[in-house]
């Protein structure tokens, strides 16, 4: 069982930073994949970035460049950069994990573990 809290959201102007916490507890955080994924007004979920276990990243073509996926297992964490942000990233934004799935890494439906989301705002 693992356990997802997520940090960082917030209201930022177009341009700006954030950078998103994703904090796991329970037991082997580094034998897990990663991922997040975001969900704006009136959208379905997308996936945004992913990290596996052994260190693979990805990243959906919408943010690559701007955004950077990162994990830290000696504290149970993975964290989000988002630079240059826009208008159009507004969304709540979760945290997953996943363990063992054959689903390729956007799929939502692979993961096992969510979090609650945090709110990040873009103002234009």
């Known amino acids: 069982q693992v356990q997802l809290v997520e940090s960082g959201g917030g209201l930022v102007q177009a341009g700006g930073s954030l950078r998103l916490s994703c904090a796991a507890s329970?037991?082997?955080?580094?034998?897990?994949?990663m991922g997040w994924f975001r969900q704006g007004p009136g959208k379905e979920r997308e996936f945004v970035a992913a990290?596996?276990?052994?260190?693979?990243?990805y990243h959906a073509g919408s943010v690559k460049g701007r955004f950077t996926v990162s994990r830290d297992n000696a504290k149970n964490t993975m964290y989000l950069q988002m630079n240059s942000l826009k208008p159009e990233d507004t969304a709540v934004y979760y945290c997953?994990?996943?363990?063992?799935?054959?689903?390729?890494?956007?799929?939502?439906?692979?993961?096992?573990?969510w979090g609650q989301g945090t709110q990040v705002t873009v103002d234009s």
């Open positions: 997953a994990a996943r363990y063992q799935s054959l689903a390729q890494i956007p799929a939502a439906s692979g993961y096992d573990y």
């Open positions: 990290i596996t276990w052994s260190g693979t990243i």
């Open positions: 329970g037991r082997a955080f580094s034998n897990y994949d």
